[in-house]
């Protein structure tokens, strides 16, 4: 306990057009049974969130960027503040994402149990409390083997579970894995760059966790947001980003990496009208 009280513990929120959501989101940190410090980065809203954030959170600190830099450029200078200014730990939190009172405190306890993993995260429900639907991939066999069976058959669950992957909605780091494997990388705009992050920590030998007796909510559209229904450029940036994170997978050799390329192409042919699709594989070809 005394231990965990020394703790120097980082909430970073990117935020853009979040008014909806800044209430709960900004406000479950506020109600934490462990207090953090929280900064919040806002990529050049125009609703009020910004004079939400002023006004009802005085003692957050807040950043405005001049331009939207997306998910991962914003994060990251919470990332060098958290680094220069000596904290232990960052908690990232979507600003659609909410946690319940002791979700900081319970999951800095389980690092300091296991302190092994890099990066942790407990179970992300929907704003209507069932299971995410992008999280319940995260939980499968695959993914992490014995914790959805664990669930589904009543057994004794683990306290943490590993994974290949979690979306960074909400994600518990300690500085360690920030000082081993670095920031995001600044090439990703808004897709692909915690799957960047997650395929260094494990190159890294960093292993990835999900905590099944603690809970978030990541209120965010749970139908029709496939990429069948997306715009022509959130369509390619979606196909780029696949393949970029393809390309900088230091676990994958150079053989893998052009037969998953192709896979992706492949995949992705049906989903648009075929001149779509060339121009998507002729701009791949020049990376």
């Known amino acids: 306990i005394n231990k965990m009280k020394n703790n120097k513990i980082l909430s970073i929120v990117v935020t853009f057009n979040g008014s909806i959501w800044i209430d709960k989101c900004l406000g479950s940190l506020k109600d934490s049974e462990l207090k953090t410090s929280i900064i919040v980065i806002d990529n050049g809203s125009k609703d009020d969130t910004v004079e939400k954030v002023r006004n009802a959170y005085p003692d957050v600190r807040l950043i405005q960027t001049e331009e939207n830099l997306g998910f991962g450029k914003a994060n990251n200078i919470g990332l060098q503040i958290a680094l220069k200014e000596g904290f232990d730990y960052v908690f990232l939190l979507n600003q659609d994402a909410w946690v319940e009172k002791d979700t900081v405190e319970n999951l800095i306890k389980i690092h300091e149990n296991y302190p092994e993993y890099g990066i942790l995260s407990p179970i992300h429900k929907t704003g209507g409390n069932s299971l995410d639907r992008n999280f319940m991939n995260y939980i499968n066999a695959e993914y992490a083997p014995g914790l959805l069976s664990d669930f589904i058959l009543k057994k004794q669950k683990k ?129």
Not at 168 to 187: C, Q
Not at 222 to 230: L, M, R, T
């Open 159 to 287: 306290e943490v579970y590993d994974t290949k992957f979690v979306n960074a909605a909400i994600w518990l780091l300690p500085v360690s894995t920030i000082n081993t494997i670095g920031t995001f990388l600044p090439i990703f705009n808004h897709y692909g760059e915690d799957d960047n992050f997650v395929d260094r920590c494990l190159y890294h030998n960093i292993r990835i966790g999900i905590v099944p007796k603690l809970f978030g909510v990541h209120d965010r559209l749970q139908d029709g947001n496939s990429p069948e229904n997306y715009s022509y450029l959130k369509f390619k940036n979606y196909v780029f980003s696949h393949i970029l994170i393809i390309i900088l997978n230091p676990n994958n050799n150079k053989k893998d990496k052009i037969a998953l390329i192709m896979l992706i192409l492949i995949k992705n042919l049906y989903r648009r009208p075929v001149p779509t699709a060339l121009s998507v594989i002729k701009v791949a070809l020049n990376l």
